[in-house]
Every structure is written in structure tokens, then in C-alpha cells.
């Protein structure tokens, strides 16, 4: 299971946290990543992190947003930076079993406010 929390609303240009926790190990998960959705689009992914620790992330959010993960914690982490009003939308955090299963949290609001 995959809870995420810490959405809210922040003002442009201002920074925020969001944090999946999880009931497994997430070294369990081959992939872990982040996606987004305004209602009326589809889900788009917004970051993700490998097992082995590589990192990929869509081109509107590279060098404002970071992909992190504490073991210790079994805690997923988006770290945004410089928001912007388009970043407004549901959160949600995905874990890729090793059999391609996907695990979906629940998803938190981000608001962002220009």
C-alpha cells in the first residue's frame, strides 16, 4: 500500500514536499515514480527512480523538481522547487512490482497559486 501526503497550496515560485509512504520495503519495487493529473487529461508522469538508484524526469520539471527515497523510512519523495501554476494537479505515487504489476497510491492535491 502507498499513502501519499504533504499536498497543499503554495504560492508560484514557492517550494514543496510530497512523501509516499509505503507497508513494504521499497527496494521491492523495481521502479518507483511520481505522475500527475488535471482533470480532463491523462496521468503524466512526472519523475521516477530505479531500483539501482537512476532517476528520470519529464522535461517541464527537470531542474526545479528531485526524486529521492529513504529505505529506512519505506518513504518516497518529490522534492518541487520554483512552482508554477501549471504544476497544479493530483499527485499520485506508482510502485512497479518485478511483475509489472502497478501499485497506485491515493494521490494529494498540489496547488499552486500566481
Known amino acids: 500500500q502507498l499513502v501519499e501526503s504533504g499536498g497543499g497550496l503554495v504560492q508560484a515560485g514557492e517550494s514543496l514536499r510530497v512523501s509516499c509512504a509505503a507497508t513494504?520495503?521499497?527496494?521491492?519495487?523495481?521502479?518507483m515514480g511520481w505522475y500527475r493529473q488535471v482533470p480532463g487529461n491523462q496521468r503524466e508522469l512526472v519523475a521516477a527512480i530505479a531500483v539501482n538508484g537512476s532517476t528520470k524526469y519529464a522535461d517541464s520539471v527537470k531542474g526545479r523538481f528531485t526524486i529521492s527515497r529513504d529505505r529506512s523510512k519505506r518513504t518516497l519523495y518529490l522534492e518541487m522547487s520554483s512552482l508554477r501554476s501549471e504544476d497544479t494537479a493530483v499527485y499520485y505515487c506508482v510502485g512497479r512490482g518485478w511483475g509489472d504489476q502497478d501499485y497506485w497510491g491515493q494521490g494529494t492535491q498540489v496547488t499552486v497559486s500566481s
Open positions: 513494504t520495503d521499497i527496494l521491492g519495487f523495481r521502479v
